[in-house]
């Protein structure tokens, strides 16, 4: 019979994956001897055999029952015992961490008899009918779906009528009479008198949870699976709002937004878990709890210590006090900024806790590339509206906008202003530029979850009054409407009126030579990573640039060469009228004529290019859109030569052109004359553009300087294409004095070129991807029309993890780039091979062609530096996954 249940003593973190990292946290915790309730899991198995079948698997409830016999035992205390009642925290705990996006029922256990022995116990009758206030709204709005603000209504109504002290005991019992109506009314029969049925209905509630619209939406944002499942953790009561001398609480070894070392955190007097993490009341900063209770301060920083030399990471921990004693509810690795992660890998290595190798591998391109984000230029910035808590930092400024549908329907970018955000408003969180609420700390859910997504935050700003009825805030007199433009500053916590102007980045002044590496800790540490991601990697990263100040901008930003100047580019602005001249060319001489023309723009334009990049390659590929697109579109022209026929005018060139537009028309010139194709049909253009590259690198070599240019041969789908191409340019390589060689190579971007690389890599010397067209064609995808149409329908379903052309497609394009390599180098084992698609740049996509062999990345210059640090962190995870196959 498959076991479904394990109690906290049998769990570790190596079992992540069947207890979720809460339940597997709970264990290690337990087995380190800290205080944590007992209690058990029940394992992600259970969790998607109910996702399969709708039910709970067979014999589940019956193993509940027997574990929970052990909990009654050592605690000495029955579920639904009328005197002496046990309760339960159920929670849910998937394998990653997804803050707020699944369910927890607290006080379940309690009814109309048990909350009279839960007060008696306690000697605290206001306290019991509170937590049995909390069971029911949270039971309706888990198990059935009830919405909250009816309760919340209610409850608000009674604070405020309500003493200085708050609510009296017996006006909360009537407020829990007013609940159970609530409950009758929407669900349709009685808030459950029966502890176990509590219970199994929670267990259940936290399973269908895993799908629910948010935790899906979750998912497909951070790239979780979705067949993981969830745990779920049942853990006897422990109570923090049981008068002064208890409270709840969350903490981080180091600071989660700058790395800073020290305690970090929240308290919350006389409160639930719930309280802090959802942010309905405003804490107070962790350190404050040393005057409070220091003997629970003593003891909560000792267990932090403890735990993060035994991680070798930042960690972060719920906990309760109840009447003077500590309990730890839970802890994690503790999500983080980007910021503060590069400084806290250094850090934990100075410490000795890990190596550079590690340090490497806990930081990511995508963090690299949110640090090279501009800030706030704060030298003419209007005095703030206010300030609140600096939570997740960045620089965000946007209209107003004060829910989740206006944040999502918005065209420019919004700041989604809330009194504090539900796990309902992340859509919103997702769309919006920043998050600024009224309500909550470091720790709360809008905190959390924005620093995961990198999104600039400001919590906790109380000197705020919103109003989402009206659709406006107020500070003071100050009032700001729907729609008006504000300014938040995550890392001071400042609210600004109006749009702040903005400022590079401390690390994007580094990286571009502005700043020395020790200008502050957390340009220290990416100087020190990266440097380290250059030494270990195998991996090249060059750059695409067309131009001499965007080459020298990739080569200041660490690229190794070029691996891919457009040549198409060279060709517009005021050049179009020479490519008009060639397309209207009346024979050989006109073609030829038109042809010399653009010759010494050409070998202008790559002298620079070459200078820029001397010593280094530099791959040029040769012309690549139809001819047709240098030209006026079809439709202006023909309004142009209708208004000239309509007026007795002569069109003229304008006629000229519409003839040739209209002969030149394709209807899908992505697969017609272009590439390739244009330059064995237009004689002489390709030799005009080798000649010009040729002229300018033997110009270069009779300077002193050490060109390395590549041609590259775009769109070839079959060997005596590339043939007929090489044996032209050798022609003109040959007619060009002090011209250095020239490697012949061609872009792999046409499936069938992939499916016979063998072959071409006979008449190539090297292989670049093109995987933005390989894509295109392997999926049968227009990426211009897809995207806006039924892409998100697919990421919606599931049917996409990623959009393709933002991560490799390693299955399918993955599979034709590993065959092409194997293949073209069976045939040229010196063969060269790289990518120069925007997958290039996408640290995912990165790892993927480090795992390919190939020997080199191209993208956009600023996406050089976050390359590098992909490529580093791939050589070190290569490696360590050969040594474990050992």
């Known amino acids: 019979?498959?076991?479904?249940?394990?109690?906290?003593?049998?769990?570790?973190?190596?079992?992540?994956?069947?207890?979720?990292?809460?339940?597997?946290?709970?264990?290690?915790?337990?087995?380190?001897?800290?205080?944590?309730?007992?209690?058990?899991?029940?394992?992600?198995?259970?969790?998607r055999a109910y996702l399969?079948?709708?039910?709970?698997?067979?014999?589940?409830?019956?193993?509940?029952?027997?574990?929970?016999?052990?909990?009654?035992?050592?605690?000495?205390?029955?579920?639904?015992?009328?005197?002496?009642?046990?309760?339960?925290a159920v929670r849910s705990g998937g394998r990653y961490s997804m803050p707020g996006m699944m369910e927890t029922i607290l006080d379940i256990g309690l009814n109309d008899a048990t909350v009279v022995?839960?007060?008696?116990?306690?000697?605290?009758?206001?306290f019991a009918w509170d937590s049995y206030r909390r069971l029911i709204q949270m039971f309706a709005r888990t198990v059935h779906g009830v919405p909250a603000e009816e309760f919340d209504r209610e409850l608000a109504a009674l604070r405020a009528t309500a003493g200085p002290d708050g609510p009296t005991a017996e006006q909360l019992r009537d407020l829990v009479e007013t609940y159970q109506k609530i409950f009758l009314r929407q669900v349709g029969h009685q808030f459950p008198q029966s502890p176990h049925e509590q219970l199994y209905l929670a267990v259940r509630s936290v399973f269908a949870s895993w799908n629910s619209e948010r935790a899906r939406l979750y998912r497909r944002q951070e790239h979780i699976p979705d067949d993981l499942g969830t745990a779920v953790n049942v853990m006897a009561m422990v109570f923090g709002n049981l008068g002064p001398d208890s409270g709840t609480g969350?903490?981080?070894?180091r600071d989660p937004a700058t790395g800073a070392p020290g305690v970090y955190g929240d308290y919350l007097p006389d409160a639930q878990g719930e309280d802090v993490v959802a942010g309905i009341r405003n804490t107070v900063a962790l350190p404050e709890l040393e005057r409070i209770d220091p003997a629970s301060f003593r003891q909560l920083t000792g267990i932090m210590a403890t735990l993060e030399r035994h991680y070798r990471d930042l960690c972060d921990v719920e906990f309760t006090i109840e009447r003077g004693k500590l309990w730890m509810l839970q802890t994690r690795v503790g999500k983080r900024t980007a910021a503060a992660a590069f400084v806290i890998a250094a850090q934990l290595v100075d410490e000795g806790l890990i190596t550079l190798d590690e340090a490497l591998c806990r930081v990511t391109g995508a963090q690299l590339g949110r640090l090279m984000f501009p800030a706030f230029d704060l030298a003419d910035a209007p005095p703030p509206l206010t300030v609140g808590v600096g939570a997740s930092p960045g620089a965000a400024v946007g209209r107003v906008v004060f829910d989740s549908a206006a944040a999502t329907a918005?065209?420019?970018p919004v700041i989604l202003v809330r009194r504090e955000t539900t796990p309902d408003d992340l859509p919103g969180m997702i769309a919006a530029a920043g998050v600024l609420t009224s309500r909550g700390g470091k720790t709360?859910?809008?905190?959390?979850?924005?620093?995961?997504?990198?999104r600039t935050c400001v919590c906790g700003a109380d000197a705020l009054r919103i109003d989402p009825e009206r659709g406006e805030l107020t500070i003071g007199?100050?009032?700001?409407?729907?729609?008006?433009?504000?300014?938040?500053?995550?890392?001071?916590?400042?609210v600004y009126p109006g749009a702040v102007p903005v400022q590079p980045s401390p690390v994007a002044r580094y990286l571009a030579g502005e700043l020395a590496p020790q200008a502050d800790p957390l340009v220290a540490a990416v100087h020190r990573l990266l440097g380290h991601a250059d030494a270990v990697r195998r991996l090249g990263v060059r750059a695409n640039a067309d131009t001499g100040p965007d080459a020298r901008r990739a080569r200041a930003l660490g690229a190794t060469g070029i691996g891919l100047c457009r040549t198409e580019h060279m060709f517009l602005g005021e050049r179009r009228e020479l490519v008009e001249r060639l397309i209207l060319a009346d024979g050989p001489d006109e073609v030829t004529a038109a042809l010399e023309a653009l010759l010494p723009l050409q070998r202008a334009d790559f002298t620079e290019l070459l200078a820029a990049m001397d010593g280094l390659p530099v791959t040029i590929r040769l012309l690549d859109p139809p001819l047709h697109e240098f030209l006026p579109p079809l439709h202006k022209l023909t309004a142009r030569v209708a208004r000239a026929e309509a007026t007795g005018r002569d069109p003229g060139r304008d006629g000229r052109l519409l003839a040739a537009v209209r002969r030149m028309h394709e209807a899908n010139p992505m697969l017609g004359l272009r590439g390739v194709r244009l330059g064995l049909v237009i004689p002489g253009l390709f030799a005009m553009q080798v000649r010009a590259v040729a002229e300018a690198a033997a110009q270069r070599v009779r300077d002193g300087g050490d060109p390395r240019p590549e041609i590259m041969v775009p769109l070839v789908g079959d060997v005596r294409e590339l043939a007929a191409v090489r044996a032209e340019t050798d022609l003109v390589l040959a007619g060009v004095p002090d011209a250095p060689a020239m490697p012949v190579g061609t872009m792999i971007e046409v499936p069938r070129a992939a499916l016979t690389a063998g072959a071409i890599a006979a008449q190539a010397r090297f292989f670049s991807f093109g995987t933005n067209d390989l894509t295109q064609l392997t999926w049968a995808f227009s990426r211009d029309d897809v995207e806006g149409s039924f892409f998100g329908t697919y990421l919606e379903r599931g049917i996409f993890g990623v959009s393709p052309f933002e991560s490799i497609d390693a299955a399918g394009v993955g599979r034709l780039v590993r065959l092409a390599v194997a293949e073209g180098r069976a045939?040229?084992?010196?063969?060269?091979?790289?990518?120069?698609?925007?997958?290039?740049?996408?640290?995912?996509?990165?790892?993927?062609?480090?795992?390919?062999?190939?020997?080199?990345?191209?993208?956009?210059?600023?996406?050089?530096?976050?390359?590098?640090?992909?490529?580093?962190?791939?050589?070190?995870?290569?490696?360590?996954?050969?040594?474990d196959s050992r």
């Open 52 to 88: 399969n079948t709708g039910s709970p698997p067979d014999g589940l409830f019956e193993e509940i029952n027997a574990h929970l016999r052990e909990v009654e035992a050592r605690l000495g205390r029955r579920l639904g015992d009328r005197h002496d009642p046990l309760l339960l």
């Open 250 to 253: 969350v903490a981080f070894t």
């Open 1 to 47: 019979m498959t076991r479904y249940i394990y109690d906290f003593i049998e769990g570790d973190r190596s079992r992540a994956d069947l207890l979720g990292g809460k339940g597997a946290n709970l264990g290690e915790m337990t087995r380190l001897g800290l205080p944590v309730p007992p209690g058990f899991t029940v394992s992600t198995d259970a969790c």
């Open 117 to 126: 022995g839960l007060a008696a116990r306690a000697d605290d009758a206001r």
């Open 444 to 454: 709360s859910h809008a905190a959390v979850v924005a620093r995961g997504m990198g």
């Open 827 to 883: 045939t040229r084992p010196d063969l060269t091979v790289g990518v120069c698609g925007e997958h290039g740049g996408d640290p995912d996509s990165v790892a993927f062609f480090a795992d390919a062999g190939l020997d080199y990345v191209s993208c956009s210059p600023y996406r050089v530096p976050i390359a590098r640090l992909a490529a580093g962190r791939a050589a070190i995870e290569t490696a360590t996954d050969t040594s």
């Open 477 to 494: 007199d100050r009032v700001v409407r729907a729609g008006e433009v504000i300014s938040i500053d995550g890392t001071s916590g400042r």
């Open 410 to 412: 918005a065209d420019g």
